[in-house]
């Protein structure tokens, strides 16, 4: 299976540990994107990588979240501190996109990463 | 914010009827894409169309855009208990600083009765 994956597909923390989500894009797709997603409402952009470049990030991504794509293959998302807000779905997606930005393909995305903070 | 908002939020249909579905935003656009989201799980792209399209189709679906009126419909023809799923639109723009902004509206719960 060549699609995106994301590892793991559940995770159950305490509130104040640290979580770490991983994403495997689409080994072609040079741009790379996290989202969070609550029950009942739609994805809401998180930050997204150009290769290894973190180009933007929404407001959304306090200071506890970082994301990183170390070798513009697979990218990370940290949570520190976790809070019972932070529990919702967190999915990962991959395109293509020619250098200049100028077209941007689909978004192809992964199962997502369920999160529960108790 | 959502930027874009779905039309209806939820649409329950018999079996072999068409389903409509519409999006509007509010900035411009360089795309617009939907997607398909069965409950719990992730999302399956359905149809990009780009903002000098007016129309795609593929297989079952049509999409249109409207970008003078900021909507977008998806019809969906001749449907199937196992198009039950919830639909959503995205739109792709560039923000102030000149990178892309991808925005999700609401989303339309569909039910396909049998």
């Known amino acids: 299976d060549t699609g995106v994956s994301q590892d793991p597909r559940h995770k159950i923390t305490k509130r104040g540990q640290n979580v770490t989500f991983r994403c495997d894009p689409i080994?072609?797709?040079?741009?790379l994107y996290w989202y969070r997603q609550t029950l009942g409402q739609g994805p809401e952009f998180l930050t997204y990588?150009?290769?290894?470049?973190?180009?933007?990030k929404s407001r959304l991504l306090s200071d506890r979240f970082s994301a990183e794509r170390p070798k513009g293959s697979f990218s990370t998302l940290e949570i520190q501190r976790t809070e019972q807000g932070d529990s919702a779905m967190y999915l990962c997606?991959?395109?293509?996109?020619?250098?200049?930005?100028?077209?941007?393909?689909?978004?192809?995305f992964g199962p997502g990463t369920r999160l529960t903070v108790l | 914010s959502q930027q874009g908002e779905e039309d209806p939020q939820a649409l329950s249909i018999q079996e072999g009827e068409n389903a409509t579905m519409n999006c509007s935003y509010k900035?411009?656009?360089?795309?617009l894409q939907w997607y398909r989201q069965n409950s719990g799980r992730g999302l399956v792209h359905l149809i990009l169309?780009?903002?000098?399209?007016r129309e795609k189709h593929s297989g079952r679906l049509r999409v249109t855009l409207d970008t003078s009126k900021k909507s977008s419909s998806l019809l969906i023809t001749a449907s199937r208990a196992a198009d039950t799923a919830s639909y959503f639109c995205?739109?792709?723009?560039?923000?102030?600083?000149?990178?892309?902004?991808?925005?999700f509206g609401t989303g339309t719960k569909l039910q396909v009765i049998p």
């Open positions: 997606a991959s395109s293509h996109t020619e250098t200049s930005g100028s077209r941007v393909d689909e978004q192809f």
């Open positions: 080994s072609e797709h040079n741009r």
């Open positions: 900035t411009s656009i360089n795309n």
């Open positions: 995205a739109t792709d723009a560039r923000n102030s600083g000149g990178y892309q902004k991808v925005t």
């Open positions: 169309i780009r903002s000098n399209e």
């Open positions: 990588f150009q290769n290894e470049a973190q180009l933007e």
